[in-house]
């Protein structure tokens, strides 16, 4: 025997079943940073759940439940550039959709069901939408991307508060709390005060009255023509009746000139609803959540702008902190053509 058939045979035994050798299994890079994100997108759907939770049983701040929103919309729109194997996001997608719901299990399961299946298709929709832009763009689209994923996420968000809202509506909850409301109306007069700056809202209703009516009496040449003593008089008559079709049309006998405007405001959108409700029967549910639906859609637009935001500066900050990276690839595809 040759020493080349010594070293073959030697060879032979050392790569054997009776002498195998060791093999260190790996995962792939990203592995376990892939899973944190699952995690933590199955964590503030869950989340966000119980803060909505609270917000309609416990007065919850809203501005606490919209910042939860936020970074679960955040991570969602990460999940649709980082997340490259469908089923396992459509995966993940069921358990956020199933976390959202922990805290209204005792609710209708009709209910629940619609608007889970619901919630599901559009989640999935702003995922499937986001992915195929990525993937057929030679550089990412990031705001065209974060448009598709957020745009989604923010009606399927809508959609489960809505539907999870819709049946504490058949009791004394027909609209959210005045403390939430005031929250809301401080935020939104700011804007208002900015495009009509002579129209008290922060004041009392007697001091809204007023200024609408001098606004409203401005224009009139004969009112132009009064002296300081009859236009003061014209004034007031004019906030004087204002204030009383106001009082008029709130659901509490207790609003006087002298309420705050945001009580007011508040007691009149009750005693509007209250009468619609009252007319319509089982009718106004649906209505209302329709009404619901398309005005807060309106506002989730700058919501959205707001979310591509936040999104982009966390995005920077992850390609930073080399968390996340872009590579460039080249390719052969096949194409179909005539």
């Not at 050392?14 to 060791?22: G, H, I, K, S, V």
């Not at 993940?92 to 298709?121: C, N, P, Q, S, Y």
């Amino acid at each position: 025997m040759d020493l080349r058939e010594v070293i073959a045979g030697r060879t032979a035994q050392e790569q054997n079943l009776a002498n195998p050798q060791r093999v260190t299994v790996t995962h792939k890079a990203g592995f376990y940073r892939s899973i944190i994100l699952d995690v933590l997108s199955i964590g503030f759907a869950a989340l966000f759940g119980y803060s909505y939770y609270r917000y309609l049983t416990g007065g919850l701040s809203v501005w606490i439940l919209l910042l939860v929103l936020a970074v679960f919309g955040v991570i969602s729109a990460l999940q649709a550039f980082l997340t490259k194997a469908m089923a396992r996001r459509l995966l993940v997608l069921l358990g956020e959709v199933l976390a959202l719901f922990v805290f209204f299990r005792k609710d209708d399961w009709h209910i629940l069901l619609a608007t889970g299946v619901l919630m599901f298709f559009f989640l999935a929709w702003g995922y499937f939408a986001s992915r195929s832009l990525v993937g057929n763009s030679i550089e990412i689209p990031f705001f065209a991307a974060a448009n598709n994923v957020l745009g989604k996420f923010t009606t399927a968000a809508l959609i489960f508060m809505i539907l999870a809202y819709v049946p504490q509506i058949g009791g004394n909850n027909i609209f959210i709390s005045q403390q939430n409301f005031r929250v809301l109306f401080d935020w939104a007069s700011g804007l208002i005060k900015e495009f009509y700056p002579d129209v008290s809202l922060n004041g009392t209703l007697g001091d809204f009255a007023a200024s609408v009516a001098k606004m409203e009496l401005a224009n009139n040449q004969n009112f132009q023509n009064l002296n300081p003593q009859a236009q003061n008089a014209a004034v007031g008559q004019a906030a004087s009746q204002f204030t009383s079709s106001f009082a008029k049309n709130a659901s509490s006998s207790n609003i006087t000139a002298a309420s705050s405007t945001s009580d007011a405001f508040y007691g009149l959108i009750v005693g509007l609803l209250n009468a619609w409700k009252s007319q319509s029967s089982g009718w106004f549910v649906v209505g209302w959540a329709v009404v619901l639906f398309f005005l807060l859609r309106g506002v989730g637009i700058i919501f959205v702008w707001i979310e591509e935001f936040l999104t982009l500066i966390v995005y920077e900050i992850l390609l930073a902190a080399g968390f996340m990276k872009i590579t460039e690839q080249s390719e052969t595809r096949e194409l179909l053509d005539y």
